[in-house]
Nanobody
Framework: QVQLVESGGDLVQPGGSLSLSCAASGRIFSIVQMGWYRQAPGKQRELVAYVNSGGSTQYGDSVKGRFTVSRDNAKNTLYLQMNSLKPEDTALYLC??????????????WGQGTQVTVSS
């Protein structure tokens, strides 16, 4: 009932920049939190950054100072500006939303992900 579509993943060189977007749609009553996570082969999924309904943000230690997360509440769209990219940032980036589909039904939803590859 909630769909998430990520876009913006690409092949970039170390030190480069990239911007990702995540658009949420479907039967959404309200969004509590939207965030970015990433998963690389052989590694556990980790938090990149998220924004809650109050506008507060949280970043994973590995990206703090380099990435910036933002949200357009009117469009239910999440963004991630990535700067100073490193090969270690290579991963599938997934968008996640915690949302009410009704005034009583609450759940977590995931997108399919967009691939970011940092390599020369």
């Amino acid at each position: 009932q909630v769909q998430l579509v990520e876009s913006g993943g690409d092949l970039v060189q170390p030190g480069g920049s990239l911007s990702l977007s995540c658009a949420a749609s479907g039967r959404i009553f309200s969004i509590v939190q939207m965030g970015w996570y990433r998963q690389a082969p052989g590694k556990q999924r980790e938090l990149v950054a998220y924004v809650n309904s109050g506008g507060s943000t949280q970043y994973g230690d590995s990206v703090k100072g380099r990435f910036t997360v933002s949200r357009d509440n009117a469009k239910n769209t999440l963004y991630l500006q990535m700067n100073s990219l490193k090969p270690e940032d290579t991963a599938l980036y997934l968008c996640s939303v915690y949302a009410y589909t009704t005034s009583r039904d609450f759940d977590n939803y995931w997108g399919q992900g967009t691939q970011v590859t940092v390599s020369s």
